[in-house]
């Protein structure tokens, strides 16, 4: 049972260009979280996502970033025009149903803007 | 703007010592108390879950939850340079649906 899986693990964009990462939940998870993380510091989080519907993006800055949980496929987590301040570790983890369960998190995908 | 607060750290213990973590929270209406350790560059890994009031044990570790202090610990009993990570604290929002991360506290265990 594959766990949850994150792509690219590194990805390296100059400003202004767009960033996507990809985020494939455990089998049988319906619940995705994306957390940030920048050096030296906790994790943020930003967005919660199941099939198709945004529950809870109260952690998301309000322009250049944006999520989504299709029917069929990854999760994303896109982020336009990046600047340098978006370098940082991004995670996503899945649980089985709420935060209230435990979440399982992926590899991390690193992402550095020069 | 609901907030954990750990000590940053580094707490050094020496190797076979019981290491003490804490952590307070200011959502009194949490009721899910979880802590994770973070090797350097890897993700989150959980490694304790606590619900209720008092001790929870789980081979070395044990979680302790007091939520009218609003104050969880991990205890790492005989610990190895093996436990030298960064601990997190995470709890759950009364109303909502997310995990609250602390910011964590790097354990440095010497051998």
């Known amino acids: 049972n594959a766990g949850v899986m994150q792509n690219p693990r590194h990805l390296v964009r100059r400003r202004g260009q767009e960033a996507r990462l990809r985020c494939s939940p455990m089998?049988?998870?319906?619940?995705v979280y994306w957390y940030r993380q920048l050096p030296e510091e906790g994790l943020k989080f930003m967005v919660y996502?199941?099939?198709?519907?945004?529950?809870?993006e109260s952690g998301m800055p309000k322009e250049r970033f944006s999520a989504e949980f299709p029917k069929e496929g990854p999760s994303i987590l896109r982020i336009q025009q990046v600047v340098r301040g978006d370098s940082a570790a991004y995670f996503c983890?899945?649980?089985?149903?709420?935060?209230?369960?435990?979440?399982?998190f992926g590899s991390g995908t690193q992402l550095s803007v020069l | 703007q609901k907030e954990v607060e750990q000590n940053s750290g580094p707490l050094s213990v020496p190797e076979g010592a019981i290491a003490s973590l804490n952590c307070t929270y200011s959502?009194?209406?949490?009721?899910?108390f979880f802590w994770y350790r973070q090797y350097s560059g890897k993700s989150p890994e959980l490694i304790m879950s606590?619900?209720?009031?008092g001790d929870k044990e789980d081979g070395r570790f044990t979680a302790q939850l007091n939520k009218a202090s609003q104050y969880v610990s991990l205890l790492i009993r005989d610990s190895q340079p093996s436990d030298s990570a960064t601990y997190l604290c995470?709890?759950?929002?009364?109303?909502?649906?997310?995990?609250?991360f602390g910011a964590g506290t790097i354990l440095r265990v010497k051998s």
């Open positions: 983890a899945s649980s089985p149903r709420t935060a209230n369960e435990k979440l399982f």
């Open positions: 089998k049988g998870h319906s619940h």
């Open positions: 959502d009194r209406g949490s009721q899910s």
């Open positions: 606590i619900y209720s009031n």
């Open positions: 996502l199941q099939k198709e519907n945004i529950i809870d």
């Open positions: 995470a709890v759950t929002e009364e109303y909502g649906n997310k995990l609250v």
